[in-house]
């Protein structure tokens, strides 16, 4: 299935300074952005047809892949002055970059790439700034199954404070961790099929009004996921994730996870 990836947005949470244009999905973790980590956890499940829906900063993201370096997280022996790579990262993949504007809204994104799809009749889409280590396979299993136009992964609450429930007289009845409470956020991972672009209007947006409208209908699922999920919206999110890497703690590394490298190929560059 086609990937289609949101990485054209400003970003500025994630900025370090006024001068900064580096779109979110570059920022670094390990040796690798945020949109390698992502595509890398796609190509694992064997899907790795990417389309890139580029706006802010795409100079960025086109100048890491056409000059990118597979010795930077593949072993390899150098040999007469040759690099013969013990395995490769991107050898297999197809990337469509696609500048779809500076300001559009995400759904105005994905409508702007409606015809890199092909006709597919399913297809993937994500923020390209949101790590996780949900089963892609079982969540594609279950949208397959269902009459729906649109599967959106969700969420536990990832917020930290203390939603208080107080009575009139404004004595407290109770504290509850938002974490607790019988709520769901979007994950930013989607199935989605082609009958979501009849409900995103031109400037809309893919959650408001593609997903809100096949909400109304009946025909939007979701898949409930408790286990692994990080979003990079702040400096310090990132260096979270950053810092994980450096400890060895990246449960998204999927294609790490069983020892095995998914490509051993050996190639010469």
């Known amino acids: 299935m086609k990937v289609i990836l949101f990485c054209g947005g400003y970003g500025l949470r994630m900025r370090s300074g006024a001068s900064d244009d580096m779109p979110k999905p570059m920022a670094m973790v390990g040796p690798r952005p945020l949109i390698w980590h992502v595509m890398r956890y796609y190509a694992h499940f064997g899907h790795t047809e990417f389309i890139l829906c580029l706006g802010y900063g795409a100079h960025h993201i086109k100048d890491f892949f056409l000059n990118y370096e597979e010795t930077t997280s593949n072993d ?87 939603c208080v429930d107080l009575g009139e007289d404004g004595l407290v009845g109770g504290i509850t961790a938002v974490s607790d409470m019988p709520l769901w956020e979007n994950g930013g991972y989607f199935v989605l099929r082609q009958e979501v672009f009849d409900h995103i209007p031109e400037g809309g947006d893919l959650v408001a009004d593609g997903c809100g409208q096949l909400a109304k209908q009946g025909r939007l699922v979701a898949y409930q996921h408790r286990g692994f999920w990080k979003p990079t919206d702040t400096v310090k999110e990132k260096a979270a994730l950053d810092g994980a890497y450096a400890r060895g703690e990246r449960p998204w590394a999927v294609w790490e996870q069983d020892g095995v490298r998914a490509d051993t190929r050996a190639v010469t560059a």
Do not use: C, K
């Open 76 to 162: 390899f022996v150098l040999r007469g002055g040759r690099t013969e790579l013990l395995s490769t990262d991107i050898a297999d993949w197809t990337i469509t970059f696609a500048q779809t504007g500076i300001e559009s809204p995400i759904g105005e994104r994905l409508r702007r790439v409606r015809h890199h799809l092909d006709g597919d009749e399913m297809f993937l889409a994500n923020y390209a700034d949101v790590l996780t280590d949900a089963p892609l396979p079982r969540m594609i299993e279950q949208f397959a199954r269902r009459d729906a136009g649109a599967s959106m992964m969700v969420v536990p609450p990832q917020s930290s404070f203390h």
